[in-house]
């Protein structure tokens, strides 16, 4: 385990998940994670940090949905705010950009301009994003056509 921590960042939930599959009794797996956690190897606000960072400015989520994944691994709130502070956020704002942009003429093919905005918008909302956050986008792409 501490060998899979190393290459990359990993946090308790899936650490337990993965120790949980190779059948260890719940005592031994919790004495495992908490040795990672002390050692250094597990540290969820670095986690987090990554993770915020990888999936809005690489992969094009929004805050949404980032904040749901990472309440599903059970991150700490106070990690996931941190983590929210140190966001590069014109990053990912030109992420959204592209996003849209490159939605907006998947859907050329669209003649209705209506269904073409509903489907551009649920897209949009899907990765997670705010109907503010979206609308600024869609003004900002419908101007430079």
Not at 32 to 42: F, P, S, T
Not at 69 to 98: H, N, P, T, V, W
Not at 107 to 117: A, F, H, I, R, S
Not at 120 to 145: H, M, Q, T, W
């Amino acid at each position: 385990m501490m060998r899979l921590c190393s290459t990359g960042e990993r946090c308790r939930s899936d650490i337990i998940k993965k120790l949980d599959g190779c059948g260890l009794p719940e005592s031994d797996v919790s004495d495992i994670v908490e040795k990672l956690c002390r050692d250094g190897y597990i540290d969820e606000t670095r986690y987090a940090d990554a993770f915020v960072h990888d999936k809005s400015v690489l992969q094009g989520w929004g805050a949404n949905k980032i904040r749901m994944a990472l309440r599903q691994k059970r991150i700490d709130d106070r990690a996931i705010a941190s983590a929210f502070e140190d966001m590069d956020r014109e990053g990912a704002e030109s992420k959204l950009l592209a996003v849209i942009k490159a939605k907006w003429k998947s859907l050329d093919g669209e003649v209705d301009m209506k269904k073409k905005q509903a489907k551009l918008l649920r897209f949009a909302l899907g990765r997670g994003y705010d109907y503010s956050e979206i609308k600024d986008a869609y003004e900002k792409i419908v101007d430079n056509i």
